[in-house]
């Protein structure tokens, strides 16, 4: 009985958290942004280290100190009631609404349809909308949230989280955009005394998001976000009170599939509705701390499959040996340098390896450089389902960085002590990408891509700040570089009025107004006042102007 009792009360207790969460997710009833939604920012395993209220450029806060699988607890709580447990829950949402305002013909037979000004969906006509892009910005973000449930005592956090996209309660809704749930993890640590030191040891079981290199000014990683069900092992030795070692290793899975609703995905056996299997994901990394001024960070991951499931629907000309010869690696590594009055300077160089992406989920995997596994051999390689033009098989080499700094620092003094104060962030990611292609391919063996932009941010009021934000892209898309379209870039320039309940809180709406600047690849034809996509003229015109407003909350 007393072992029963043990069982049952962390259940009551993760009951009892589920009921005040639902509880408060009712007391909402059928407000907008009520259903639950979107992974946050920097996940466990990023070593950058967040700005009060926007980081880099981006008034958006990131989500708790646990998203998505997060393996850094949160500081021990009382061990008091339910035997030692506590229950608690954390997240993160953000719900913006973008509207794209343009003045183009009316659909049908053009050009004798009269043009007037139009009010469209926005992440539709962003050329800066599209989360999987190099293009992405950040500036033009979508609807999202996370909700973590937790039981927690000493040494112990127990963890289920549900999470998505594309709120339902404002129609058009997309069942796989919902996880429900998505995550769940046990991770258990303990002390122990070698040769004078304390480390730490720390093993995590589950499905969550080990996260490394995050970059916060395009929400995105130079190292990777390891989308996985498995296991993770920290080791972390304080060789000196201000010199911190740790060791990272993980071994995990990603489901390579895709089910229409209604259907039942079977492992191994595909027929025109389902298809599983499993791709293999393995991964390493050092960091490296001295108190809050340095930290290095070096790491590898590598994705790849031996799955026979995967040989269901192989592309004409190949085997499953070109299935098993799929993988992709990356090489990478950080460094950060924080210091009162000179600031915060981040670097990371990224070094992929990918060879037959199409082999490997676009899904799921390793996410890096706004790519998942899999889609990285589209994004960067120029596969478009067929293996005659492209295999999705190359090398990237990459550079992210990342300058920050404060009025308030330069003075020394912490920013917002005084206000008001201003926050300058400067950011650019450039990718060189080698192909290795098929004999007779018409692809560029090379593409060369570029962005930057910076951001000025006024705390004018505790209350009250300002951000006006520019961003340049240069050669966005592969598949317009490849048609050797010349104009592929753009330029934006972005006005955000910011206000939320108090300097530094977890929560903010914003109202903002982008004006984009579109280079000549996106006009209908040369010297033409309109714009379509050069990749596709059926999906629409792209924005000049779109306004939006949004709220975000973290806890």
């Known amino acids: ?23 408060v997710t009712n007391a909402a009833a059928e407000e907008a942004g009520s259903s639950v939604t979107n992974a946050a920012a920097e996940e466990a395993g990023s070593s950058v280290t967040k700005a009060p209220a926007e980081e880099a450029g981006s008034s958006v806060p990131e989500a708790a100190a646990e998203e998505a699988g997060s393996s850094v607890p949160k500081a021990a709580a009382e061990e008091a009631g339910w035997n030692g447990w506590r229950p608690d829950f954390s997240g993160y949402f953000r719900a913006p609404l973008g509207i794209a305002i343009a003045n183009h013909l ?27 892009s190099f293009a992405f910005t950040r500036v033009q973000e979508t609807d999202w949230a996370e909700v973590y449930i937790h039981a927690r005592k000493k ?8 999470g998505g996209y594309w709120f339902q309660s404002v129609g058009y809704q997309r069942p796989f955009a919902q996880w429900m749930p998505g995550f769940a993890w046990i991770r258990l640590d303990g002390d122990f005394q070698v040769a004078g030191v304390t480390p730490n040891a720390a093993v995590q079981v589950g499905a969550f998001w080990p996260t490394f290199g995050y970059f916060p000014a395009y929400d995105t990683y130079t190292m990777g976000r390891i989308r996985q069900i498995g296991e993770r092992i920290d080791l972390t030795v304080p060789v000196t009170p201000n010199l911190k070692v740790t ?22 056996i595909s027929n025109s509705d389902t298809t599983t299997a499993l791709d293999l994901l393995t991964y390493a990394n050092l960091a490296v701390d001295y108190r809050d001024n340095v930290h290095l960070g070096l790491h590898w991951n590598r994705s790849w499959t031996t799955d026979p499931g995967n040989s269901a629907g192989l592309p004409i000309g190949t085997t499953f040996q070109d299935v098993r010869d799929a993988h992709l690696t990356v090489t990478a590594a950080e460094l950060k340098l924080n210091y009162p009055r000179a600031g915060l300077l981040w670097l990371s160089p990224t070094y992929v390896q990918i060879k037959n992406g199409w082999a490997l989920d676009p899904l799921g995997g390793v996410e890096v450089l706004h790519s998942q596994s899999g889609l990285f051999g589209a994004n960067f390689m120029g596969y478009e389902g067929t293996v005659s033009n492209s295999t999705g098989s190359g090398s990237t080499f990459a550079l992210g960085g990342m300058y920050q700094n404060t009025l308030g620092g330069m003075m020394g003094r912490g920013f917002g002590t005084t206000l008001p104060d201003l926050r300058l962030d400067v950011f650019g990611l450039l990718a060189r990408s080698t192909r290795d292609l098929p004999s007779g391919s018409n692809l560029q063996k090379e593409l060369n891509q570029f962005k930057w932009g910076a951001s000025l941010t006024g705390q004018t009021l505790t209350w009250l700040a300002l ?15 490849d048609l050797q379209i010349p104009g592929n870039d753009f330029s934006m320039l972005t006005a955000r009025l910011i206000v939320m309940s108090h300097f530094a809180s977890g929560e903010m709406v914003y109202v903002q107004y982008t ?15 309109d714009y379509q996509f050069p990749s596709n003229p059926h999906v629409g015109y792209p924005a000049e102007n779109v306004v939006a407003v949004s709220a975000t909350m973290s806890w």
């Open 515 to 529: 004006r984009y600047f579109l280079g000549d690849a996106y006009r209908t034809t040369p010297g033409a006042a």
């Open 247 to 268: 060791l990272t290793q993980g071994v995990g899975g990603n489901r390579n599939g895709f089910a229409s609703v209604g259907t039942v995905p079977v492992v191994g």
């Open 467 to 481: 951000m006006l934000r520019y961003d340049r892209v240069n050669n966005a898309s592969p598949k317009i570089v």
């Open 155 to 162: 040494h112990v956090d127990g963890a289920v989280g549900w």
């Open 106 to 132: 009316d659909p049908g037979n053009a050009p004798n349809n009269p043009s007037g000004t139009q009010l469209s969906f926005a992440p539709d006509h962003a050329v800066d909308g599209n989360f999987n």
């Open 1 to 23: 009985m007393r072992a029963m009792r043990r069982v049952s009360q962390p259940l009551l207790m993760l009951t009892a958290a589920f009921a005040v969460c639902s509880s």
